[in-house]
């Protein structure tokens, strides 16, 4: 019963494959965020959907497209793969309080583009 | 825009002392404030938050964090360390409202480890 689930958890590919990564939540949550974390650790916000509707797009190269087909699932498609995508993604969901209420994470899709 | 920086990016402590990670933020709005855990490989484990109630907050396995504005700090803290306290531990700040609304902004992260 996890609460929010990526698949796969692991991923290997080579240079210019294209590639999706998908989240699921079954926590009610209308809120679903892609997160980055970097070879450092670093995390950063990719994506946000609210209620299938884009809220944020950071400055995120446009190789990679989200697609939330409903509230309880948010798709990363990823093309033409470079090495710089290699890192770990993480999905998380929210209710539309976020700050408030919190948020869950998935347990990361660890992408290697060799 | 709002901001995070922890002190340290290597904490190391005895099994048994106090164990202190620092947390300093930026934001023009009021913040919430997160401390987040993260053990090898896997996802990221809320350990507290702070919401504008209490500005003592109280998590989960012994850790608290105090939010103090006039020093823009939340700091983490927990009486007595435990082995299977070493992780990765990240601070993070969120708004309510703005076109950053629900956005969690990460510190770089401070790699705890607990000597015996």
């Known amino acids: 019963d996890t609460a929010v689930s990526q698949t796969p958890k692991y991923l290997v590919t080579q240079m210019g494959n294209d590639k999706s990564i998908k989240c699921e939540q079954n926590?009610?949550?209308?809120?679903m965020y892609w997160y980055k974390q970097d070879s450092k650790k670093f995390l950063k916000i990719m994506f946000s959907?609210?209620?299938?509707?884009?809220?944020i797009n950071e400055t995120v190269p446009n190789r990679f497209s989200p697609k939330s087909p409903d509230k309880a699932h948010l798709n990363l498609h990823i093309n033409s793969l470079e090495l710089g995508d290699s890192a770990v993604y993480f999905c998380?969901?929210?209710?539309?309080?976020?700050?408030?209420?919190?948020?869950?994470f998935g347990s990361g899709t660890r992408l290697t583009v060799v | 825009a709002q901001s995070v920086t922890q002190l340290g990016s290597h904490v190391s402590v005895s099994e048994g002392a106090l164990v202190l990670l620092r947390c300093n933020y930026s934001?023009?709005?009021?913040?919430?404030l997160f401390w987040y855990v993260q053990y090898p490989n896997q996802g990221l484990q809320l350990l507290l938050k702070?919401?504008?109630?209490?500005?003592l907050v109280k998590g989960i396995n012994g850790f608290e964090a105090e939010f103090k504005k006039s020093e823009t700090s939340f700091h983490l803290t927990k009486p007595s360390a435990h082995m299977s306290d070493a992780a990765e531990y990240f601070c993070?700040?969120?708004?309510?409202?703005?076109?950053?609304?629900?956005?969690?902004?990460f510190g770089q992260g401070t790699i705890l480890t607990v000597h015996p």
């Open positions: 702070y919401t504008s109630a209490a500005t």
């Open positions: 926590l009610g949550h209308d809120t």
């Open positions: 993070a700040v969120s708004v309510a409202g703005g076109t950053s609304y629900g956005k969690l902004t």
């Open positions: 934001s023009s709005v009021p913040p919430y």
């Open positions: 959907y609210n209620n299938k509707e884009l809220i």
């Open positions: 998380a969901s929210s209710l539309t309080g976020g700050p408030l209420i919190g948020y869950t």
